[in-house]
C-alpha cells in the first residue's frame, strides 16, 4: 500500500493586503433620477487640485513657504447608451436655457460580486455643462453612447 504524500504546508496570504476595485464595475446615482435613466458605460477621472501660493518671511531668504488657497475640481465626463428616457435630456435642457438644476451625483465603485458598494464619491450640487452626441453612421451596428460634462462644488469620499 503506498504512503500517503504529503502536501507542502500553503503560505499565509500576504498580511494586509486586498485586491485593487476593478474599473468597470461601478454605477452613478443622480438625485432625483431614475438609475434606468441612463447606463452609463464610462466616466472620466475624478480629481481636485489645490493652488498654493509662495512667499518669503523676512530674513529667512533661503526658504519658500508654501499656503493652500483654492480647490479646484476636475469636470467628469460621463459616458451613457441613448434611451427613450427623457429626464437626463431635461437635466441638459435645463442648464443649457441658463437654468441649471443643481443635483448630487454619487459615483459608486463596486465591490468584484457587482452588487456591493465598495467606495462612494459625492459630487455636490452638480450640473450638466457640456453635451455631445454619437455619430450617426448608416453602416455601423455601434450603440448609439454621448457624453455629458458635469462639474460640481465639493468632492467627498463616502
Request: proline share 8%; with cysteine; hydrophobic share 40%.
Amino acid at each position: 500500500m503506498p504512503e500517503p504524500t504529503q502536501q507542502p504546508p500553503k503560505k499565509p496570504a500576504a498580511a494586509g493586503f486586498k485586491d485593487p476595485y476593478g474599473t468597470f464595475n461601478f454605477k452613478v446615482m443622480i438625485e432625483g433620477m431614475a438609475e434606468a435613466a441612463a447606463g452609463f458605460t464610462a466616466c472620466s477621472p475624478i480629481g481636485a487640485e489645490t493652488k498654493a501660493i509662495e512667499y518669503r518671511q523676512g530674513g529667512e531668504h533661503q526658504v519658500v513657504h508654501r499656503l493652500p488657497t483654492q480647490v479646484r475640481y476636475r469636470d467628469v465626463t460621463l459616458e451613457y447608451g441613448l434611451t427613450d428616457s427623457k429626464e437626463m435630456w431635461k437635466w441638459i435642457d435645463a442648464a443649457m436655457k441658463g437654468t441649471p438644476k443643481r443635483r448630487n451625483v454619487s459615483i459608486v465603485v463596486l465591490a468584484p460580486d457587482g452588487s456591493t458598494e465598495a467606495v462612494r464619491f459625492n459630487l455636490s450640487k452638480a450640473w450638466p455643462s457640456s453635451w455631445v452626441g454619437a455619430p450617426l453612421n448608416a453602416l455601423s451596428n455601434e450603440t448609439y453612447i454621448q457624453k455629458m460634462t458635469i462639474v460640481y462644488e465639493t468632492l467627498e469620499l463616502a
